[in-house]
């Protein structure tokens, strides 16, 4: 079961805009999100993350909204750079069960210069 | 402090035949997890250790079993492996207990299987 999904497989934007990338999930015990980025040849790494109690967190670039009644969140980059060129995963932790983390299939994001 | 590692960092295998995947986690995390990752599938959660005891399990079928060690380095074992099993197997490192946190992961596991 894809407790967490990400349903845009790819992205592609332009250097110095805007880039979205959307997570939903379906589990309402998950109450601590985080996005990691993956580039080829290396593990994720965390980029970011958001606990249940709060909408939004920023750090630099990098800013996550969180939509509990839509069970929904996004990671907004701006601006986007080439350097950005990564595959982007979510994941959440179920604090029910030992706050496993569950991920999504990752959105890999291509800036454009 | 040094990161994770995983070795071997390639593999292949033929059909049948067993394997054993190594993951040494940052010194004084005690929460290992291993992933494996194919296109499309996104990192699939095989199942986490924690102070030498399996906490959480995916779902896999039996043939993927796992071990951690007093030191928390950790094994992965496949059994009688299948052309499906081709893929990268991610450990992650986490300091976390009942708390939550991210995790720290290694480089990965090539697992080719002919």
């Known amino acids: 079961d894809q407790q967490v999904k990400q349903n845009s497989p790819s992205l592609s934007v332009q250097e110095g805009r805007i880039s979205i990338l959307n997570c939903d999930y379906t589990n309402s015990m998950f109450d601590y999100f985080l996005w990691y980025k993956k580039y080829p040849a290396e593990g994720p790494t965390f980029l970011i993350s958001i606990s249940s109690i709060k909408d939004k967190n920023e750090d630099g670039r990098f800013t996550v909204f969180l939509n509990k009644s839509a069970k929904h969140l996004s990671l907004h980059i701006v601006p986007s750079q080439p350097g950005d060129s990564a595959v982007y995963f979510c994941?959440?932790?179920?604090?029910?069960?030992?706050?496993?983390?569950?991920f999504g299939a990752g959105t890999r994001l291509t800036v454009k210069p | 402090k040094a990161g994770v590692t995983q070795t071997p960092r390639y593999l292949i295998k033929t059909r049948g035949q067993q394997v054993t995947l190594s993951c040494s986690p940052i010194?004084?995390?005690?929460?290992v997890s291993w992933y494996q990752q194919t296109p499309g599938q996104g990192l699939q959660f095989l199942f986490e250790y924690f102070s030498e005891t399996q906490r959480n399990k995916g779902n896999f079928p039996g043939r993927f079993s796992g071990r951690q060690f007093s030191n928390s380095r950790s094994e992965m074992n496949v059994s009688t492996l299948e052309l499906g099993d081709s893929a990268l197997y991610l450990c992650a490192s986490s300091s976390r207990g009942q708390t939550k946190g991210e995790q720290f992961f290694g480089p990965g596991t090539r697992l080719t299987v002919l």
């Open positions: 010194s004084g995390h005690r929460s």
């Open positions: 994941a959440a932790s179920d604090p029910s069960n030992n706050n496993d983390m569950r």
